[in-house]
Nanobody, 124 residues
Framework: VQLQASGGGLVQAGGSLKLSCVAS????????MAWFRQAPGKEREFVAA????????YHASAVMGRFTISRDNAKNTAYLQMNSLKPEDTAVYFC??????????????????WGQGTLVTVSS
């Protein structure tokens, strides 16, 4: 599975962005998809994940109520709608996919495939 993330950019605090992650390869819609982010000098952290059929989603507490993950399997695409952005949301955002269980949804080491990352910069 190959992943291509896009949609990052520069936005003012309080603004919105929508990230997209297009998956290609063998049966990409069969796998869970997730977003992680990595700020300069920090570890890569979990943002959100969604099951292969979209029936369940999970969000980090830092983004709950502001970010929403979704997917469209007909387009092999996952999305991350980001609202009420804050300067601390500034990071490179990575999409990931893999044969994930509920127990490992938040574990970056459980994911097999990663996109190249897209930079989100939130100015104050």
């Amino acid at each position: 599975v190959q992943l291509q993330a896009s949609g990052g950019g520069l936005v003012q605090a309080g603004g919105s962005l929508k990230l997209s992650c297009v998956a290609s390869g063998r049966a990409p819609s069969a796998y869970a998809m997730a977003w992680f982010r990595q700020a300069p000098g920090k570890e890569r952290e979990f943002v959100a994940a969604i099951t292969w059929d979209g029936s369940n989603s999970y969000h980090a507490s830092a983004v709950m109520g502001r970010f929403t993950i979704s997917r469209d399997n007909a387009k092999n695409t996952a999305y991350l709608q980001m609202n009420s952005l804050k300067p601390e949301d500034t990071a490179v955002y990575f999409c990931a996919s893999g044969r994930i269980t509920t127990a490992t949804m938040r574990d970056r080491y459980a994911y097999e495939w990663w996109g190249q990352g897209t930079l989100v910069t939130v100015s104050s």
